[in-house]
């Protein structure tokens, strides 16, 4: 087995890398929708290799623009290869540009190939007895291998060495020109011989030798014996010349004129400025992270910046050096006194909690830290009780004396994630009001794809800075300390500089964000007042029947070992059915099933959408289905629920996120309450554990085929807009206008296939797609797609207009002005930027649809505080549908004001329809 030398003289073969990251995941982009999937993979492999040889020598080799020699001596060498793609192209530069400030010596020789230059390096230095390792994954560079050179494939982590390329390519590294120039090139179009590949060349070169030996010895070709043999040795002196011209093609120049010195392959010192600048362009966070620690570590103190100094983007106002970010500590009640006048004094103020953990349900408040401006920020520690922990103000005096300025309505606050503040703060009989803007809003209003809302990840973003990590100050894993016992000075850094970003990060997004007045609003009159509503839904909680639900995991348990049962029968043995190695296995192996899908690494797949092709005509991958629906079912639900139930309030409490899906919608964690199925029976099973407490009905209002009305008003389509304003039944209003039928003749079938044109229509489904839904033929499902766009011709009308928005633009808009970049939609790969046309059809739709709703909690909200107390709680939201908690005796007078309230959450050109159900269980009421 080939082993590393030590110290090596590294050459990097650039130009495989790029092509070989171009090609494989993840195919990265910025929120500018430039791509950086190319830069990020020839990158990381640079840092990984920097780090296993640690180097003092590495050339990075690409190939120049115009042709080569190569050309010279055969026009058509690369004649056939398409253009670089353009979304490749624009990554070359700025590549380079990182390669550069990395300290790493960057080579382009006009007139040969990155091969030829890393050859003649190879040679030389090889000659000077230095061991020489070629990272690449090109198989032309095995010729140069020597008992001094040694290859590196860093993709697959694979050393070749003489030895290794023997058992490789069952030759050695002298016969590599020759095997290449015996197969030819389609690729680089190299001709070779025809009709030669490599079984017919490996078996002439391991028969008699080189393609020199071969000439001399053609009469012994015949006796070879393998297929074809007789008829070789007229072909070779048929094609001799070409034969000869594909050596030539194939040979690596190991004899390019240079004129390096030894320094000029040193590693230098990388530019740490300069990466940031490129890192930051790129949106690489978690290296302009480590760039950014190394230039703390290495900076003087006195020079020492919060901020990078190229910045000029940033308002004057937020680019403060570290000397003006002296954080106070309040430990005094003098200061206090101070802080409460400055408090009540300010125009905005951010703020953020210190607890003790990340569930707002048990949270301890710790500490409050405040921003006045870029750098003026202090911290006030109420319950640090570390040993030897300096006195500290007394919690319940200072919250009583805050809580004036903290429920004042007026005294604009900003904070990251306040909604968590807010419902820690409720804990101590606060509530928080005054709540201005958020930062962690700001950025997915602004852009919801361009990057993450966390605090981190925005000051990298937005102000090229570092923020101190909890792990820097609390440590990790089961040692880690909570905020309590973290030591006040530490504390006191790391707290007023979350405030103090906090209002950096709105000083910077705000102006952006104001100048789109929709945008602005999305932020103003939604996003923000939810917020509050979101709160309170989390702390108001849901009530499970955890004894039903434990029977109910008996129940599937029994089930899910039926089912293990039967699958070891049809396998013939026993295995893990959670394992996809081994159910690739039976699968394709063992039961010869049809391949329907490679994973990325050219395996079959056993993905869900592979299984429910097979299950058509299986039995076994049914099976597998069913296994694998139930025991999610379990693990995540039925197993999970009871253990989330809160043991003070006797309630589940989730967590609602509103900055996490592009499109708008709200997600759920901790649990997922959004994912439990409606159409299964056993998920139906589940909500039936989601109860009312005595003397309450609950209450599911969802709106009706929201999405499909959003399409009738946005689509201006007039058969769609009458179909509504009339009140018909939506699938079979489209199945008569599709299969020319009248209404009352519409039959189930026709009612299921228009149906589901309808709902692809919406998500941007093919012809294929909707075939293998309907499990029909692709012809008859375009025929469907056709009738429906000659029908309603509107919507072509609209997803055509969409597109070309999105094409122009780059982005899509709700109703509401809210706006999803599309960052591959102008892709050159037609796979992702057919995605991104399907995303920018429906994300309008499922946009205005998420705004909606959220425009109709924050209306229910409102009516619910004006009621007499618990009259009605909103307990949950779910996709389209808000679930209550009411009143027995309210049920009916209740039921009418919110479903009122629901459907004048927004004005379209076709009625919205809320619908209610009522049950002592959420199943019974949906």
């Known amino acids: ?25 993840p195919h990265l982009t910025n929120s500018r929708g430039e791509a950086t999937g190319a830069i990020y993979g020839v990158v990381n492999m640079l840092k990984s290799l920097l780090k296993q040889y640690q180097p003092d020598e590495m050339v990075v ?94 993709m697959t982590d694979t050393l070749l060495d003489p030895a290794g390329v023997q058992e490789k390519f069952g030759i050695g590294p002298d016969l590599i020109i020759d095997y290449l120039a015996l197969m030819g090139d389609k690729v680089d179009n190299i001709p070779g011989l025809p009709g030669v590949g490599e079984k017919t060349a490996l078996a002439l070169l391991q028969g008699i030798g080189s393609i020199a030996q071969l000439y001399q010895r053609l009469d012994e070709i015949a006796a070879l014996g393998f297929r074809g043999s007789k008829t070789i040795a ?85 680019q403060t050096s570290q000397a003006a970010a002296e954080y106070d500590c309040i430990l005094t009640a003098e200061a206090f006194a101070a802080l409460l ?61 805050l809580k004036p300025w903290l429920e004042n309505a007026t005294a604009a606050k900003v904070g990251q994630n306040l909604k968590y503040d807010m419902s820690v703060l409720a804990r101590y009989g606060i509530t928080l009001q005054g709540i201005q803007f958020d930062t962690m809003l700001e950025s997915y209003v602004f852009n919801s794809t361009g990057s993450r809302h966390d605090m981190d990840s925005l000051a990298l973003k937005y102000l090229g800075h570092k923020t101190i990590s909890f792990e820097e100050i609390a440590g990790k894993g089961a040692k880690q300390l909570t905020f309590n016992q973290i030591a006040i000075e530490q504390a006191t850094a790391y707290a007023a500089e979350d405030a103090d970003i906090t209002l950096r990060l709105h000083q910077t997004l705000w102006p952006q964000l104001a100048e ?78 049809p391949v329907i899908k490679k994973t990325p690494g050219g395996t079959p797949s056993t993905a869900e959408e592979v299984l429910v092709e097979l299950a058509h005509d299986y039995e076994f991958p049914k099976l597998i289905m069913e296994h694998r629906g139930l025991s999610k079912l379990k693990s995540t639900y039925t197993d999970k629920l009871p253990l989330s139930v809160n043991a003070q309030t006797g309630r589940v409490h989730t967590s609602y996120h509103q900055a996490v899906a592009a499109t708008g919608r709200l997600s759920s964690t901790e649990p997922n309450l959004q994912n439990i199925p409606i159409r299964s029976e ?22 009706s085929q929201i999405e499909l009305r959003i399409m009738a008003h946005l689509s201006r389509d007039q058969a769609l807009l009458n179909a509504f304003a009339q009140g018909k039944d939506i699938h079979r209003a489209t199945a008569a206008e599709v299969f020319g039928v009248a209404l009352d003749d519409v039959s189930t079938e026709q009612r299921r296939r228009a149906k589901a044109v309808n709902f692809g229509l919406i998500y941007g489904m093919s012809a294929f797609g909707l075939a293998r839904q309907l499990d029909i033929s692709r012809s008859e499902a375009q025929q469907y797609v056709d009738l429906y766009f000659e029908r309603f011709p509107g919507v072509l009308d609209y997803m055509e207009r969409t597109r070309a928005q999105a094409h122009d633009k780059g982005y899509v808009e709700t109703l509401f002005g809210r706006r999803l970049y599309l960052p591959e939609i102008n892709a ?73 309230l629901m459907e004048s959450a927004a004005q379209l050109d076709v009625p919205l329809l809320a619908e209610a159900g009522s049950g002592p269980n959420w199943d019974q009421a949906h």
């Open 1 to 25: 087995m080939a082993s590393a030398p030590q110290n090596p003289l590294i050459l990097v073969d650039g130009s495989s890398y790029l092509f070989r990251a171009y090609h494989s995941p």
């Open 61 to 154: 080799v690409f190939d120049a623009k115009g042709p080569t020699f190569r050309n010279e001596m055969y026009a058509d060498y690369k004649a056939h290869r398409p253009p670089m793609p353009d979304d490749l192209r624009t990554q070359i530069e700025p590549l380079h540009k990182i390669i550069q400030a990395m300290g790493l010596p960057l080579l382009c020789i006009s007139g040969v190939e990155a091969d030829d230059v890393i050859g003649t390096l190879a040679m030389q230095y090889s000659q000077l007895g230095r061991h020489v390792l070629i990272s690449t994954g090109d198989k032309d560079m095995a010729q140069l291998v020597t008992d001094k050179v040694t290859l590196i494939n860093t």
């Open 234 to 318: 007229d072909k070779m002196r048929e094609h001799q010349s070409q034969l000869e011209l594909s050596y030539q093609l194939a040979t690596i120049k190991t004899d390019v004129q240079l004129n390096l010195t030894e320094e000029q392959l040193k590693i230098s010192a990388a530019d740490l400025s300069a990466l940031a600048e490129l890192y930051k362009d790129c949106e690489f966070r978690r290296w302009l992270s480590e760039v950014l620690s190394a230039q703390e570590k290495s900076a003087p103190p006195a020079q020492a910046s919060l901020f990078s100094d190229a910045e000029t983007e940033l308002p004057t106002e937020v």
């Open 341 to 401: 006048k400055r408090l009540q004094q300010a125009e905005l103020v951010a703020l953020d909690t210190e607890t003790t953990s990340l569930d707002y349900m048990v949270a301890e408040l710790v500490g409050m830290s405040f921003a006045f401006a870029a750098g003026d920020a202090c911290y006030l520690p109420l319950a640090h009780d570390y040993v030897g922990a300096p006195e500290q103000l007394n919690r319940d005096q200072v919250l009583a004396e």
């Open 516 to 593: 789109n007045t929709d945008q602005a609003k999305v932020l103003t009159d939604i996003e923000v007042p939810l917020l509050s509503v979101l709160s309170r839904v989390e702390r108001q909680g849901v009530r499970i029947d955890p004894q039903l639900l434990r029977q109910q995991s008996q129940q599937l348990a029994e089930r899910i070992a039926e089912l293990e049962q039967q699958a070891y029968q049809l396998a013939g043995k026993e295995f893990n059915l959670a394992s996809p190695k081994q159910l690739q296995e039976i699968l394709f192996e063992q039961m010869g099933l």
């Open 682 to 703: 056993e998920g139906r099973r589940i909500r039936q554990a989601f109860i009312a407490r005595d003397g309450y009905t609950i209450l599911a209002i969802d709106y």
């Open 828 to 900: 050159q790969n037609m796979a992702r930027k057919k995605a991104a046309e399907r995303a920018a059809i429906n994300a309008p739709m499922q946009g205005t649809a998420a705004d909606i709703i959220k425009r109709a909690m924050i209306q229910v909200d409102l009516w619910q505080q004006q009621q007499p107390k618990e009259t009605a709680l909103m307990i949950m939201q779910v996709h389209d549908e808000l679930v209550f908690e009411v009143k027995s005796e309210m049920l009916a007078e209740v039921t009418a004001e919110l479903v009122k």
